[in-house]
């Protein structure tokens, strides 16, 4: 029993409850994947649910390094770095044939009734999001109005993303999720240029 063995199961769970969803995986399902006896992660995870916790967990911990450091290569601008942010999420549904969503959501909306452990790492999880996304309204903040109420606008940026690819998944279609991106587009450039008149 060693570390490598639960990073593997953490890693195949994660990758399964994104693929088929949290209740269609099995324990086969992650056993098949890992290639472990079933003592090995019950030595780790006792339950699901644990391994779901561990999974929460590993995204909360590694959003820096699994999503932002990937979205954001090369792109220094706050403003496009949302979009670039965005654009990764549009990227995962055109090239999954829309079969992947984003990962946290997925969870939400499948767990209808999570125990508060659970409920707290899917909060934490959208709250590291919704925090990436402040930073870049904060960097970008001498070019939007005084008054703009960054969390409450990168809380809204979070639904939009959210509610794009739901609609692009039911529809199959990116053009929903395209549109819902090119209505932020417009607004942030509203806002933008609303401060530049004020400035003026």
């Known amino acids: 029993?060693?570390?490598e063995s639960?990073?593997?199961i953490v890693e195949a769970a994660q990758e399964l409850f994104w693929?088929?969803?949290y209740n269609s995986t099995s324990i086969a399902d992650i056993l098949s994947r890992t290639q472990l006896h079933s003592g090995s992660l019950y030595h780790f995870f006792p339950g699901k649910q644990d391994l779901l916790v561990a999974v929460l967990?590993?995204?909360r911990d590694g959003i820096e390094e699994n999503l932002l450091s990937y979205a954001w290569t090369g792109v220094d601008d706050p403003v496009e770095r949302i979009f670039a942010l965005l654009n990764g999420y549009?990227?995962?549904l055109v090239t999954s044939d829309y079969a992947h969503g984003c990962p946290i959501g997925n969870l939400a909306l499948e767990i209808s009734e999570p125990d508060?452990?659970?409920r707290e790492l899917i909060a934490a999880n959208f709250d590291n999001w919704v925090d990436a996304v402040e930073t870049c309204l904060k960097g970008a903040s001498d070019r939007l109005p005084a008054d703009t109420d960054t969390r409450a606008l990168?809380?809204?940026i979070l639904t939009i993303m959210e509610g794009g690819i739901m609609q692009a998944r039911a529809h199959r279609d990116i053009g929903l999720f395209d549109r819902n991106v090119l209505v932020l587009r417009k607004h942030l450039?509203?806002?933008m240029r609303q401060e530049k008149r004020i400035s003026a």
């Open 1 to 3: 029993m060693n570390r």
């Open 6 to 8: 639960r990073r593997r």
């Open 19 to 21: 693929e088929k969803g």
């Open 57 to 59: 967990e590993h995204y």
């Open 90 to 92: 549009r990227t995962m």
């Open 116 to 118: 508060p452990q659970v």
């Open 154 to 156: 990168a809380e809204f």
């Open 189 to 191: 450039d509203l806002l």
